[in-house]
């Protein structure tokens, strides 16, 4: 029997067995997008995250068909293995992976550890940048059901699971962005009343890879299963990452990843903030 | 627990050379707000380009990663307090060092493997 994890995670002697296979696409997905020019796995595609998978004036995604454009482009069929992969500890790549999930892609797949436990591995990487033929990409949706807009998160405070996937020192206000980041932010301090604070980063080990189905289910043992969940974080990338975990990998029913987060969520005017370690009253 | 002061101090701001290695200028960052952490990574004495340095808060707890540039170089806005630098590289042991950071000031870092 296949499990959820075979599904959807690959490791790397798994993509070095695929490398020529045609059916298998490799892509890239930085923060940094230099990242991929730099050198990257022979064969694989780059997705820039921000001139390719946002709307170049309004604060959302691509429509779909700028989806389908974009992936036409890129040479990827609908019927294709996409295996994603990245910097950061995949947190770009598991925000394209729940990105390519809304417009309706079935076969996505992470690479275990990103590009890091590739690089630590001392792993072959090229420059050459592959051209594939342009393909004709139909996309569906856009499923909004893995995705939660703010007055649903205002909605949910006291009645869902809410996970604030952030370091503990931005929970709690006391930076306003990941530490390799300025801390210079328009937004205010702190989370949304009653989020539980469990790091994204708790559920990967030291070379990026995903700690194992029992510790992940240990992991979250303080989510209440009866409920539906939202996760987030500053921008939606390092929560796209535990909505992976959580909808992914231990198959909760109804996860959904609020990409405004917290630079939306903290300038909005008039909602309950929390501030320090403690989640907050409803 | 106090927020983040929005005090505004009067500005410092420092401008990094030219020859400041990508991903640790701190050119444009008003540093009497900031608890900058910042170093070099080197093997056999010589910087290392490619490591991954993390940034650990005092209970162990990920706060950040980077890659090291052309010279090694590595660089983090952290809030003033006690950290853990952890650094992998290909071919290396896992190497954590302390330091501690204060708002207004860069603590540099010299990370041998």
């Known amino acids: 029997m296949t499990t959820a994890r075979e599904r959807v995670l690959v490791n790397a002697d798994w993509v070095q067995a695929h490398l020529a296979d045609p059916k298998v696409v490799l892509v890239e997905v930085d923060e940094d997008v230099s990242a991929y020019d730099k050198g990257h796995i022979a064969g694989a595609v780059k997705l820039d995250w921000r001139e390719d998978l946002q709307d170049p004036v309004r604060r959302d995604f691509v429509d779909k068909a700028g989806f389908e454009a974009l992936l036409s482009a890129r040479g990827i069929n609908r019927d294709d293995t996409v295996v994603l992969y990245g910097g950061n500890n995949n947190w770009f790549a598991a925000y394209a992976y729940w990105y390519f999930k809304v417009y309706g892609h079935e076969d996505v797949r992470l690479l275990d550890g990103g590009r890091k436990k590739w690089e630590l591995d001392s792993r072959d990487m090229v420059a050459d940048v592959p051209t594939r033929p342009a393909s004709s990409y139909v996309a569906s949706g856009p499923d909004t059901s893995i995705r939660a807009f703010r007055d649903e998160v205002v909605a949910s405070i006291g009645t869902k699971n809410i996970v604030d996937v952030r370091s503990p020192d931005e929970y709690t206000g006391r930076l306003l962005a990941p530490a390799h980041l300025p801390q210079e932010q328009p937004n205010r301090p702190g989370h949304v009343p009653t989020a539980l604070n469990v790091p994204w980063s708790k559920a990967a080990a030291d070379d990026g890879t995903f700690k194992s189905d029992e510790a992940l289910s240990a992991l979250y043992g303080g989510l209440d299963r009866s409920k539906s969940t939202i996760a987030y974080c500053r921008i939606g990338e390092r929560s796209a990452h535990t909505w992976f975990v959580l909808h992914e990998l231990l198959g909760l029913a109804d996860v959904r990843n609020y990409d405004g987060s917290w630079t939306e969520y903290g300038s909005l005017v008039g909602v309950p903030v929390a501030l320090g370690d403690e989640p907050g009253a409803a | ?113």
């Not at chain 2, 991903?23 to 910087?47: H, I, K």
């Not at chain 2, 290392?48 to 209970?59: E, F, H, N, P």
């Not at chain 2, 590595?74 to 307090?81: E, I, M, N, S």
């Open chain 2, 1 to 113: 627990m106090s927020a983040i002061s929005t005090a505004s101090p009067a500005a410092a701001v420092v401008n990094g050379g030219c020859g400041a290695p990508a991903g640790a200028a701190l050119d444009g960052v008003d540093l009497s707000r900031a608890a900058v952490v910042t170093g070099v990574v080197r093997r056999d004495g010589a910087p290392l380009a490619g490591a991954y340095v993390r940034l650990l808060d005092s209970s162990g707890e990920f706060t950040a990663e980077v890659i090291t540039g052309d010279e090694g170089a590595f660089r983090f806005f952290a809030a003033p307090g006690s950290w853990t630098l952890r650094t992998l590289a290909p071919r290396a042991a896992t190497v954590d060092r302390d330091v501690r950071s204060a708002l207004g000031t860069v603590a540099e870092v010299t990370i041998d493997l």
